[in-house]
């Protein structure tokens, strides 16, 4: 079987921060027929990882062998004031090139100044460019590519008048279309509908390359992958791959069950050698204490003898103590604590709800252009419940919107947006914003101090990054920040525009029965599938 990419022994560090790893210890191998994903906690290294496997990332240690062609498709790409025709062109460009080399070769013979050997040898090679590049069908597939993926199709559009999810979608068609031997996906179901969904997961299934895809989506792992790779600590810390023995299936079920199991062992032998690190500290400390009582023996006492023996014992205890500290393993981090706030769903000021206890009410929803809905009709009372779907386009990020600001007064909303409230332009560190976010609701007197739910015991948000810029966060741990900015308000009415995208796979069963729990009333709008399966008996409001 053919091997399109090998890692050794990889490591990577970025240069503001040369004393942390990103990567550490990492091998892996794609061969023609894998489907790798690739999972982690959220700035565990894995876009980093798919930066050093397409030569954009020089590992800092070990070595990366690539064979064939290769396409990468990152969740963020800088596109400058490019077109969706320059995006067609460039992906056409190598299917073109190899339909012109063979129209060519076919034509120089016409004036005879090749030999008929070499003619042959010019139309072979031509021939077999034109099939690998699979050139006539090319514009067909990036045809059906855009439209099943439902990206604008004008050529002289311009990527940056476009949303996220639109620019995404034009990227993802291009760069499938190329047919590359090897596919870098990085996080490619996050602006996806149903419809677009389907068509990826079959294009992944029948790639008759190789496939690494970093995704949170649980439903794409179960369709597609062959093998997974987490990026999060191990016992030895080498990054673990799961996957299925040969004949036997695998399935996202099968890799969580694995690894609660890796991890229940590792927590296991932690907990033995801690307790048998405290035997050794009392056992030294009653040496140490009898060494020093000894020092004022009793009279007749033979105290030089007495002191010797003591003294051994506390070189023992030490030697053995100091053995055991070498072989101990790290504290195994288990999956993040979560501890996401209850919210309280009733507002303080009841009486200035609006008539029938609603905390939110929309009547008519129009934005024209984007969403032209006058019949519809949206109420929640406290605690109530609505979930929306529909393909991209249909308007589900403009009704998400337009509900967040149709809350009752004395009503806290929070609203997660699909696109973040900053960037990594952002200046400042993540305790910065928060801070800034804060004071702001405590000025306009929306929020009371003995309200603010503190960023830090959500857990969403690591310590160490809590002074860390927002520039220097993954595009998961910005992710992480905003869903941590939005509940510190203790919103009594929660908005949420696709809450898992970004977010680690760790995190989402933990944030789906959050949701199904919380005192607060809830609107989300999601894509995953997983999660829509676990919110189906919730309201519906369907925008298809």
Known sequence: MTTLLRARDVAFAYPSAPGTPVLARLGLTLRVG?????????????????????????????????????????????????????????????????????????????????????????VALAVEQYEASAAWDADRLLDEALTRFGAPRDPARPLAAMSVGERYRVRLACRLAEGADAVLLDEPTNHLDPTALAHLTQRIRTWPGGVIVVTHDRQLLDDVATAVLDLDPTV??????????????????????????????????????????????????????????????????????????ARQHVKAADRAHARLERTAVDVPPPPPEIALPALDGEPAARTSIASGGRVLALTGAVVPGRLDRPDLAVELGPGGRLLVVGPNGAGKSTLLALLAAAVAPDVRVGYLAQEAAFDAATVGGAQDVATARILAALEDGSLEPDSVVPLATTGLVAPEDLDRPVAELSV?????????????????????????????????????????????????????????????????????
């Open 476 to 544: 998961g741990r910005r992710r992480r920040l905003d869903l941590a900015l939005t509940l510190m308000t203790a919103p009594h009415v929660l908005v949420l525009d696709e809450p898992t995208n970004h977010l680690a796979v760790d995190l989402m069963d933990a944030l789906t029965a959050w949701l199904r729990e919380v005192g607060a009333a809830v609107v989300v709008a999601t894509h995953d599938r997983r999660m829509r399966a676990d919110l189906a008996d919730w309201p519906t409001l369907d925008l298809g």
């Open 34 to 122: 894998d489907r790798l994903g690739v999972v982690g906690e959220n700035g565990s290294g894995k876009s980093t990882l798919l930066g050093v496997l397409a030569g954009d990332l020089a590992p800092t240690a070990g070595d990366v062998e690539r064979a064939g062609s290769l396409a990468v498709v990152p969740q963020e790409m800088a596109d400058g004031a490019a077109t969706v025709g320059d995006l067609v062109a460039r992906s056409l460009g190598t299917a073109r090139a190899a339909a012109a080399r063979l129209e060519a070769a076919l034509a120089s013979g016409d004036g005879g100044t090749h030999g008929g050997a070499e003619r042959s040898r010019d």
């Open 236 to 309: 030895d810390g080498v990054p673990a791959r799961y996957g299925a023995r040969r004949g036997v299936g695998f399935g996202y079920a099968d890799y969580r069950r694995a690894k609660r199991a890796a991890l229940a062992r590792w927590r296991t032998r932690y907990r033995a050698e801690q307790e048998r690190l405290a035997e050794l500290f009392d056992r030294r400390d009653y040496a140490y204490e009898h060494l020093s009582d000894e020092w004022r023996p009793p009279k007749g006492s033979k105290k030089n003898r007495r002191g010797t023996r």
